[in-house]
């Protein structure tokens, strides 16, 4: 089992920058792929960045390339996704997920374990 905690969301003026930390229990949690998620009102949770178990393979959708960044301390069990230049249309509820599998996955019905969530509010 593991269990995901998820801290660092807060409100910023668009063009500021935020550290999100998915913390999290569980031995195995150094063999599994996270992925961040986010959940706007009235929208779809979509896949945000997502990092395999060793790192060596990161994944992110087309409109946050460039201005976000996903790594991993699996020493400390935990995920980091900074965020720069953030923009009113990053606002949303922000997850962290473990697939339970060591690649990288996109489709949120595919993870087992989530956070909570964390509010992440880009005012213009």
């Known amino acids: 089992q593991v269990q995901l905690a998820e801290s660092g969301g807060g409100l910023v003026q668009a063009g500021g920058s935020l550290r999100l930390s998915c913390a999290a229990s569980g031995r195995t949690f150094s063999s599994y792929a996270v992925a961040w998620f986010r959940q706007a009102p009235g929208k779809e949770r979509e896949f945000v960045m997502g990092?395999?178990?060793?790192?060596?393979?990161?994944y992110s959708r087309a409109s946050v390339k460039g201005r976000f960044t996903i790594s991993r301390d699996n020493a400390k069990n935990t995920v980091y996704l900074q965020m720069n230049s953030l923009k009113p249309e990053d606002t949303a509820v922000y997850y962290c997920?473990?697939?339970?599998?060591?690649?990288?996955?996109?489709?949120?019905?595919?993870?087992?374990?989530w956070g909570q969530g964390t509010q992440v509010t880009v005012s213009s």
């Open positions: 997920a473990a697939s339970g599998t060591a690649s990288v996955l996109s489709n949120p019905t595919l993870f087992a374990y």
């Open positions: 990092i395999s178990s060793t790192g060596t393979a990161i």
